[in-house]
């Protein structure tokens, strides 16, 4: 093992690239003071200068900047406070704790972007967070929390033993929680941080120790901060606001003793590992693991390739602590009997690392508060003075937003107002123990006994040396467990049962950004007219030799142009999509410029009078959805819903009605039976109903998800394709095709109606799934007949050729089953109906104007009949890449140039515009 670190040093990562200039002792008179060089005060600094350009401010650091906990950090952004949520809503109530978890994640999102602003490299990589269980005890409390985030409308996927094991490589963690997150390098972003505040005028004073804080003796009087240099020698800075930004060095400037405890945390780092021992690791992805065990544990692997391993004995008690008061500055490394109990935990969690090889082991101050939350904001006994500190192992997210909201509050004369409201925007904390020998031995054995639970609740692992016996051990526990409580209740019917128990809010109203008029529009698809995705459609295209989608046409660039010709047509809606692949492009991590992005596309639409009516998956998954098993495996589908959840919480202003899924129905049978469609199977009639089932599930998830987080006047829908199916006569002597021809329109709707779904060979109960529906999407092309060899026209196996009275794809023109279909699906979903698409595959425009006049003829048939239809959305506004048909089929009101994107009206669109015309503005009942 290498000698400790020197301050400066920062553990596995080196020296800092920058360093500012040397500066003599500080002195004079400043306006704003900042002691600590650490995230939060160079954070601080910064947004000073960057709300107020020629600020002098000046960071006092005791050792060279990051030389405190920052500088050891390990690089870990992501979010949580005050333990798990169901401590946070303990102590809090569920507003409150909604309102506090929610900041710790816009907390990341603000890292996030300060390092974009700021062009910082400091290697940061969007990976999320695993917060793992070591016991079956901690797994429950696990999926508490997943409960408890759900039920408050966050993302948080619960991972059992196996997805773990996939993710991480051990068989060790029996659940984990995903949360969002990042990795970086701590010392890079500090280093990034002090340039950029240098760069503006901030004075970076190194090597300088506060001795004292004084404040201001009255208002308007300045606060004073007496120095020491190296030699001993004082002097004085004054100024009317001094930020005080440590982690654990209040109390030994005389602020909060007693309310915030220095304490020490440890962690080691392995030499490099080498691609072989990377691979017998197994570690699949980069998410950092963090061990919900009070004084929590953590793991990271760190860009060259080294296991980096934290936690230990917090306060290092016996022969190393606890060191009640130690500088910032000290550091007696990480030793004895916590460098032993990390060592000995890290070989027992993945044992292809024994021996382990530690390469660098260090310690640094932390804090420790009775409730677990920082202090942030103006001291109550202490005019003139604000804290940033107490952040009792939460860090660097939280710091550096912090630093944000104190700058402000600082230039502006208070905090931001959803600041304002936080738990730890506050004076003062409790009281955590007074300072004398008793005041620290009980904060001594508080902290001991927190420790000694955490290892009695993992402790037959641990002595063990985790592996097989102790799996053994646990699973006899678990069943004399399970024995005891046989034939008891199973608790006061929360979590599911208190989320079915919402129903479907007050009616089935649809309201739009017309003010309550029916909807008039046009339809497009992500990954058909987007361009620039990355998804499981782009691995087939691949795999197939399909034409590949590439820039579609270019929508994702294009679309203010796109929108200006939708409203060109006189229409008030547009369906698009919000892309689950660009938004979530690996497990948990969210790509904030996608969403920014798609914010855009969405004002730009109410700008225009359009109301966007919003898919959230349109055939296409993330690959790595795809990859865990696609519509067939449960974590993707609680992932579908954890997706919803977000999506309404970063777009619910912009929403009125969302589509949870397109054609679930022929996903499963393209992509199970056809094999046309990803995955690419065929004959496999026992995954297409799997297939099918998920996506019910999955839309019920979803539902959830929506009617929990967002407004009553936005609605939830869902859209089958469905077909006008005439009889096949001798043709299907048993009628075996027209069953499966039944099944294929009316399972999915059938299935949200009663909640009963109609497989091959059996019907089911789909657990929530009855009247999870505000609105029915309708999708309808075509009508054909119910005989084998045209089912097999229909889902592609077949070649369809192009015959009089079929479209450029051999479907057959039907206004009349439209009309059919439309009553039909009226009387069986018993919900309002939006045609989510219906339109003609007709490159020439010969087709698209009598087919549109007789379609919207259809369409008021129907309505006359009693179907309640509220919207019809035209496929397509513009050509696009259907599917696996490539280019060729066109069913654009505009035609589109592949070579130039250059659009072009049909005269198909002046007849669309036309019909609309001659259509009163038609209430939509609330």
Known sequence: MTAAPEPGQAGPWGPAPWAPPPLGPPSGRAEVVVIGGGFAGLSTALHLVRARPGLDVRVLEVGRLGAGAS???????????????????????????RRAFAATLAAVEQV??????????????????????????????????????????????????????????????????????ALLDPVRLLAGLARAAAARGVRLHEGVRVARVEPAPAPGRDVRVVCEDPAGRTTTLTAPRVVVATNAGLPGLGLLAGR???????????????????????????????????????????????????????????????????????????????????????????????????????????????????????????????????????????????????????????????????????????????????????????????????????????????????????????????????????????????????????GNGLSSAGCGRFLWGTALSGHQAEGGLDDDWTDFERRRGLEPAGDACDFWRRYPEDLDLARSLGTNALRLSLEWSRLEPSPGRRDRGAARAYERVLAACRDRGLAPVVTLSHFTLPRWAADAGGWLAPEVVRAFGAHAAWVARRFGPHLDLVVTLNEPNVRAGAGYLAGVFPPGRRGRPDLADRCLLGQVQAHVAAWRALKGALDDRVRVAIAPHLVAWSPGGWRDPLGLVARAAERF?????????????????????????????????VNYFAGFRADLASFLRFAGVLPRPARPGTSDLGWPIDPAGFEAVLVEAARRGGRPIVVTEN?????????????????????????????????????????????????????????????????????????YARE???????????
């Open 260 to 506: 915030v405890v220095p304490l020490r945390a440890h962690a080691l780092v392995t030499a490099p590992l080498g691609a072989e021992r990377l691979a017998a690791l197994g570690w699949a992805g980069r998410e950092a693991l963090i061990d919900r065990r009070t004084f929590f544990h953590y793991a990271r692997l760190t860009p060259d390739g080294r296991l980096l391993l934290g936690g230990g004995r917090l306060a290092g008690f016996g022969a190393e602590g606890p060191r009640f008061g130690a500088s910032a500055g000290g550091d007696a490394g990480c030793a004895g009997a916590t460098r032993a109990r990390l060592v000995a935990e890290a070989e027992a969690l993945f044992p292809a690392l024994r021996p382990l090889q530690v390469d660098v082991a260090w310690s640094g101050p932390l804090a420790f508060t009775n409730d677990r939350l920082p202090v942030v904001g103006p001291l109550a006994d202490a005019p003139g003075v604000l804290a940033l500190g107490g952040w009792c192992g939460h860090g660097l997210a939280l710091s550096v937003s912090a630093g944000a909201a104190v700058a402000e509050a600082v230039v502006r004369g208070a905090p931001p107002a959803e600041q304002a409201e936080l738990p730890w925007w506050r004076g003062t904390a409790p009281v955590a123990g007074r300072g004398g020998r008793i005041g620290r031995a009980v904060v001594g054995v508080k902290l001991r006994a927190l420790d000694i639970a955490d290892r009695l609740a993992v402790g037959r692992w641990t002595r063990r040396g985790g592996g097989e016996e102790g799996r053994r051990e646990e699973g006899r526990r678990e069943e004399k467990r399970e024995g005891k409580g046989k034939g008891k209740g199973k608790g006061k019917g929360g979590g599911e049962r208190a989320l079915r128990d919402r129903g479907n809010g007050n």
């Open 839 to 911: 339109g003609v595959a007709d490159a020439t425009d010969r087709l698209r104007p009598a087919y549109l006049a007789e379609h919207l003829a259809a369409l008021d048939r129907a309505r006359a009949r009693g179907a309640d239809v509220r919207g019809y959305l035209h496929w397509s506004l513009l050509d696009n890449v259907e599917w696996h048909e490539g280019r060729a089929p066109r069913f654009g009101l505009f035609a589109v140039d592949y070579a130039t994107q250059r659009r072009t009206p049909r005269p198909s669109a002046a007849v």
């Open 745 to 777: 329109n009316w399972a999915v709707v059938d299935a949200l109606a009663t909640g009963r779904l109609a497989l091959t060979t059996r019907t089911i109960e789909v657990d929530g799934a009855r009247d999870a529906l505000d609105v029915l999407g």
């Open 71 to 97: 500088g050891r950090a390990t690089g870990m952004l992501g979010p949580g406070v005050a333990g798990s949520i169901l401590d946070l809503e303990a102590r809090l109530g569920p507003d409150g704790a």
């Open 112 to 181: 996030e972007a300060l390092v974009a602003a700021e062009a910082i490299d400091c290697a940061l990589e969007p990976t999320g967070q695993l917060h793992v269980a070591l016991c079956p005890r901690h797994a429950a409390r696990l999926g508490r929390e997943a409960e408890r985030l759900a039920a408050l409308g966050f993302t948080a996927p619960l991972l059992d033993r196996a997805a773990v094991r996939r993710a991480v490589g051990t068989d060790a963690y029996h659940a984990a929680l995903r949360l969002p997150g």
């Open 916 to 926: 609309l015309s001659r259509r009163s503005v038609v209430p939509i009942a609330a």
